[in-house]
């Protein structure tokens, strides 16, 4: 089972936020870091993983969260997620960057000062993104 992505820049505020369904396990690690590497070519601000479609996660999909942060960290940006799921928690490791987490993407959003999300944006996604 693989992960489906879409990856949204909320320009008023350089906001990034990559969705992401499916299931995060082993076969989606290198498909969730590909999604990140877009990421990183493609913005400049921080980035909000919205994990609100994701079905579950495994303890390899929980470790490529943590090495998502740390990329982005090296590029001067930094990882927040939204609604994680409820099958277990992220704990980074002690030479990884902290990952704040909200309850879910009005939170996750509100936290930028983002009260409604803008009408222009700029999107990327994978093929199999639900429509």
């Known amino acids: 089972m693989t992960i489906e992505w879409r ?9 990034g936020i990559l969705s992401v369904t499916g299931h995060l396990g082993p076969d989606a690690v290198h ?3 590909g999604a990140v590497g877009w990421v990183v070519a493609r913005g400049a601000g921080p ?3 919205d994990l609100t479609a994701l079905r579950g996660w495994s303890a390899e999909g929980q470790l490529a969260i943590t090495e998502a ?4 960290a090296a590029s ?5 997620l939204a609604a994680i799921p409820a099958d277990g928690s992220l704990v980074p490791t002690g ?7 909200h309850s879910d993407r009005a939170a996750a959003l509100a936290a930028h000062g983002v009260r409604r999300e803008a009408e222009q944006r700029q999107e990327w996604r994978t093929t199999g993104w639900p429509g």
């Open 95 to 101: 030479d990884r960057p902290p990952i704040p987490v």
């Open 76 to 80: 001067g940006r930094s990882l927040e």
């Open 7 to 15: 990856y949204t820049v909320e320009q008023e505020v350089g906001l």
């Open 69 to 72: 942060a740390g990329r982005l």
């Open 31 to 33: 498909r969730f870091s």
């Open 47 to 49: 980035v909000i993983v």
